[in-house]
Each structure stands twice: as structure tokens, then as C-alpha cells.
């Protein structure tokens, strides 16, 4: 049986006059006996990624991260071809009317207020500020009783209250770690099983079209959760979780990248049934470059996610933006426009995400989000990402034959296939500007980048370069 996955695989390399059905979050029929269970962690060792990658919790947010990404994609004017497309920005302060998207709000908005409760503590310190574990705690005292009231409780209220345990679960995870003072995009993976949860139980299902809905939570609910988040970092001077330092491509945020992406891509048919475009851009857009001008992403960030994001980057770091953002610096040289971008991150999220022991390690399972084996997964075959897995997890696992893993290889990804990391030579896509005196980045003779007749070293060629930059 063909699964869904397939069907969203295929339609990535459909052409765009093509109409393609693509696969949505399944909600539960709870005219059924449901279970819920507590979740738990699974992936202890490098090969359990492996084994997470044919799961069906691997499956489903793959789906749903499929699903929240094309409902921001701009709509082309029915029946008018000159007009200027549906475009879908941030509102800030703007009211939803949507009941399960006013509920949301109002509990980050009480999870948000708790930091009045915990003020940070005036020691100095080296890394994180203790007091977010005073907060973490006062969250956790009170998960039961925010999601309880009104119309999360009505729907939580399964199971003599088991459903709000394990969906509880995934919020509590999604503001970090009390135990390490750190945040990262394992957290926000958590954030998305939580929405994900919500959604398979009906939560937000009556008011609008699924698509409609699914706009709304990422503009009016995943939008004011990293706002939270922000608020968290900056409060307790929380440490990037799992980070790559300056070659990552954020110390803590990923889906905002994919989703502001998506709000500036080309345009699709107002009946929505087209692929997700593969470049281009919406009229009007700003340039991928632009995320280098501070003037820019000042007026920018207020409607879109992306530069929201490198807003927050700014406000956080000082210097140069190619050096300690080499990884967005080398994207924002792509010509072909959001559309490359958004494909690339998608790719992306599922390389240095999904399949990345330190990011999904942490991931919990139970019911909603399953550990079981997904029976449409393809054979997983051997990626290259598996060696940058910790030297620890490689030892514990060489006393057992390794599990081969797919870790690029997500069947719901457009051209996941992703070719193994550049070598020497393989230019940017974007060349930085020569490095500033007595800069950390000053290094021996550099190559010659074939596309600008810039200068870069070896190390920045091979290290610093976005995976998926190369035209395809």
C-alpha cells in the first residue's frame, strides 16, 4: 500500500500545472477505545536514531512539519492572474478568532508571566542563570491546572486525565532542560509533538479548513512560542542545547527558517493542490541577501519568521554576520530565490534535526507520537551522518552490528537525498568579505570561489558551507 509519505514524495517532483493530494496529520476517531501513556525516551544510543527514522512519531511530524510549511506558501488571486498574490505575514497584535488559537495564547501568555516568579538570580556565573530552574519547576508544578481549563481541558479530559499527562509531557519538555540551563531545537521539536498531539485529538478541528487552521498556528501560536523562548534565553542566559557553535545554522531556533522561508516563496494556485514551489520568490519579497542589512531585518521582522529569527541573532551578537552566522550568511547567497531556500530547509531540518543523536535524544514517546515501527518506512541504508554522531555513543555502539540509517533519507522531504558534506574547493554560495583586522576568521592563503573571484580558506570551504547550497 502506497503510504502517505509516498504520496508527498512524488508530488515534490511534480510539475507545478500538476494537482497532487498530500498527506495531513490524521485526527484520532475517538469513537474508538484510546489509550495514553506517559512518554518515555527511547533513543539512547547512536543506532536507536536509526530505528526513530522507520517510527511512527518520525512519520507523523514529518507530516504535520510538511503540513504547517505549505499552508504559509503564497496563494495566487483565483480567476485573477495579474493580481498580486495572498500573501500570509506575521500580525503582531492582532487577534485571532479562532477559540483553540485564543486558548493557546493565553497559556503561553501565563507560562510567560511565571518568569515574575522567578527572577534571575544576581550571582555571577559562567553559563546558564540557576533561577530558570526555579521556573522550570513552577511549570511544571502547574501543567496539570494549565491544561485543565476551558477548551484544553474538554479535550484533554480522556482516559481519566492520561491524555493530559502525556501531552503535558511534550510541553513541559518544550522550554528546555531545568537539569543542563540550556535550550535548543530539540526543545522545539517537543513544542511541535505537543501542537502535533493537540491536533491528532481534534483540538483544532470545527472552526476553520485544516489549512486555514494550520496557518494559524504557526502565525498566531508557534510565533508567540519562540517569543517565550526568547524571552527565556535572554532572561536566564539559557546555553544553546547540542549546538554546533558558530557552524550551526542558529545556537537555538530551526522552524522558523523553514516557515519564514515559506511565506516568501513563488506563489501556488489558489486551490493549493500544486507542489510546493522549488524557487523562486512572492513579489515584493526581500532578497535573500537582505538578511545582512540591519535596516532590512529591523522592518522585516515583524512580519515574517525568518528575519524575526535573524532579528533576534542580532539583538543577541555583535560583529560581523558572516562570522558568527556563516551558515545564514552562505544561504542568503542563493539566486533562486525562497523557494530553493525552503526546499533546502526542509532538507536541512531533517539532516541536522531528525537525525541527530544530541538534538533528538531527548525526544519522548508514547501514543500519540509512537516509537512503533512505521510498516510504509522505507529500508533505511547508511548515511554519513551517523559519524558525526559523539564518540561515546559510536563506542557503546561498535559492540553490536550498527543499524543502517537513512538519517537525509526522509521519504515526506523534497530531494532528501542529500549528497554527502562538500569537500575542499566546492565554493559558497556566498563569499564572505575579507576578514577585519586581528579577526578570528584570519587564516593562511585562501582558495578563490569560482562564482564571486572572493577569497576563502580551505576550512571555511569544507566546514562553513550549507549543505544543500549547491544547485541541484
Known amino acids: 500500500m502506497t503510504s502517505a509519505i509516498a504520496t508527498a514524495t512524488s508530488s515534490a517532483s511534480a510539475s507545478p500545472s500538476d494537482s497532487v493530494v498530500l498527506p495531513t496529520l490524521k485526527v484520532i476517531d475517538q469513537n474508538t477505545p484510546l489509550t495514553f501513556t506517559k512518554p518515555s525516551k527511547r533513543i539512547n544510543e547512536g543506532h536507536d536514531v536509526a530505528r526513530f527514522l522507520t517510527s511512527l512519531a518520525y512519520r507523523d511530524i514529518g507530516i504535520f512539519v510538511l503540513q504547517l510549511n505549505r499552508a504559509l506558501c503564497p496563494r495566487q488571486q483565483p480567476g485573477a492572474s495579474s493580481a498580486p498574490a495572498r500573501v500570509f505575514p506575521l500580525t503582531p497584535g492582532s487577534p485571532s478568532s479562532s477559540s483553540p488559537i485564543l486558548a493557546l495564547q493565553a497559556l503561553l501568555s ?5 518568569v515574575e516568579l522567578a527572577p534571575p538570580d ?8 540557576v533561577s530558570f530552574r526555579t521556573w522550570h519547576a513552577l511549570v511544571e508544578d502547574r501543567i496539570d491546572g494549565l491544561l485543565s ?3 484544553l481541558g474538554k479535550t484533554l479530559d480522556l482516559a481519566a486525565g492520561a491524555a493530559r499527562e502525556e501531552v503535558g509531557s511534550y510541553l513541559i519538555d518544550a522550554f528546555g532542560s531545568a537539569q543542563r540551563l540550556d535550550y535548543g531545537t530539540g526543545h522545539e521539536l517537543s513544542f511541535l509533538a505537543f501542537l502535533g498531539c493537540l491536533w491528532k485529538l481534534a483540538f483544532f478541528q470545527g472552526e476553520n479548513d485544516d489549512e486555514d487552521m494550520a496557518r494559524e498556528i504557526v502565525l498566531n501560536v508557534i510565533q508567540p512560542y519562540l517569543e517565550v523562548v526568547r524571552k527565556l534565553i535572554l532572561t536566564y542566559t539559557l546555553e544553546p542545547a547540542g549546538s554546533h557553535g558558530v557552524w550551526g545554522l542558529d545556537d537555538h531556533s530551526f522552524i522558523p527558517y523553514i516557515f519564514g522561508s515559506a511565506q516568501l516563496t513563488r506563489p501556488i494556485g489558489s486551490s493549493g493542490t500544486e507542489p510546493m514551489p522549488l524557487e523562486g520568490s512572492v513579489a515584493g ?7 545582512t542589512k540591519g535596516d532590512v531585518v529591523e522592518v522585516q521582522r515583524a512580519t515574517n519568521m525568518y528575519f524575526s529569527a535573524i ?11 558572516w562570522e558568527h552566522s556563516p551558515i545564514l550568511f552562505d544561504i542568503s ?4 530565490g525562497w523557494g530553493k531556500i525552503n526546499k533546502g530547509m526542509i532538507k536541512m531540518f531533517n539532516a541536522e534535526v531528525l537525525s541527530k543523536f544530541p538534538v533528538v535524544q531527548h525526544f519522548r514517546f508514547g501514543e500519540l507520537f509512537s516509537w512503533e515501527e512505521d510498516p510504509d518506512a522505507a529500508k533505511p541504508t547508511q548515511s ?5 554522531q559523539p564518540a561515546q555513543v559510536q563506542a557503546a555502539t561498535a559492540k553490536r552490528p550498527m543499524h ?3 538519517g537525509t533519507s526522509a521519504p515526506w522531504a523534497q530531494a532528501t537525498k542529500m549528497p554527502p558534506p562538500p569537500g575542499p574547493g566546492i565554493p559558497y554560495s556566498r563569499a564572505p568579505p575579507g576578514p577585519a583586522a586581528g579577526s578570528v576568521t584570519s587564516r593562511p592563503r585562501p582558495l578563490r570561489d569560482e562564482t564571486s573571484g572572493t577569497g576563502l580558506t580551505a576550512a571555511q570551504t569544507s566546514v562553513t558551507r550549507a549543505p544543500w547550497a549547491k544547485d541541484t
Open 110 to 114: 501565563e507560562i510567560s508571566e511565571l
Open 122 to 129: 544576581p550571582g555571577p556565573r559562567r553559563f546558564g542563570n
Open 149 to 151: 481549563g476551558g477548551l
Open 285 to 291: 519579497a526581500p532578497k535573500p541577501s537582505d538578511v
Open 311 to 321: 532579528g533576534f541573532i542580532n539583538d543577541v551578537k555583535k560583529g560581523p554576520f
Open 333 to 336: 547567497g542563493i539566486r533562486d
Open 384 to 388: 554519513v551522518h551517523m559519524a558525526n
Open 404 to 406: 543502517p540509517l537513512s
